[in-house]
């Protein structure tokens, strides 16, 4: 197993520590993973973007053209993204960042209202994984105890206590996400 996937957004909107927690994931399981962040000079606001891989086997390059899974959290990243999903790959987005859905069709689609949720249980900062836990629904890359290991590994000791509101955000997640 090996997925090449690629999470962009605007700055703020946890993009980085999707990529990072993903990529934790991961290594707790003993995969090979690579995450490379990318981003504008303005953290909030900002474009940012992060190539995620994770696999069985070693990992040749980190740098990607064409991508197995992407999550889209606004337009410009769907604009930019869409077109590099191989034929028959996954395309995330979330529905509230999208003025102009995503139109191919020898990908599998999913629309994902995070936001939306996120402010329905009001913490807006369980977006992201809220997102990942969409993600995992549909290709479990890692397993949810990964991303609870990774949590440990990842959030300083402070926001441990944070760790199961993240988990019940992954449950969800996968709970709503929609085929399109």
Do not use: C
Not at 1 to 9: A, D, H, L, P, Y
Not at 64 to 81: C, E, G, R, T
Not at 121 to 127: A, P
């Amino acid at each position: 197993m090996k997925k090449e996937i690629i999470i962009s957004g605007f700055g703020g909107q946890g993009v980085l520590s999707m990529g990072k927690i993903l990529a934790y994931s991961g290594l707790m399981e003993d995969k090979e993973v690579t995450w490379m962040p990318a981003y504008g000079p303005e953290q909030r606001g900002g474009t940012a973007n992060v190539t995620v891989i994770v696999s069985d086997e070693r990992i040749s390059s980190p740098v990607l053209s064409k991508y197995d899974i992407a999550i889209v959290l606004n337009q410009p990243s769907l604009d930019k993204f869409e077109s590099r999903v191989k034929p028959g790959g996954i395309l995330i987005y979330e529905g509230n960042g999208i003025i102009n859905p995503p139109t191919r069709t020898d990908i599998d689609i999913y629309r994902i209202d995070a936001m939306d949720k996120a402010a329905e249980l009001k913490n807006t900062k369980v977006f992201n994984m809220i997102v990942l836990g969409g993600m995992l629904k549909v290709s479990p890359v890692v397993s949810e105890n990964g991303v609870e290991k990774a949590l440990f590994k990842t959030l300083p000791e402070r926001h441990h206590k944070l760790i199961p509101l993240n988990m019940e955000a992954i449950k969800i997640g996968g709970d709503i996400m929609q085929k399109q």
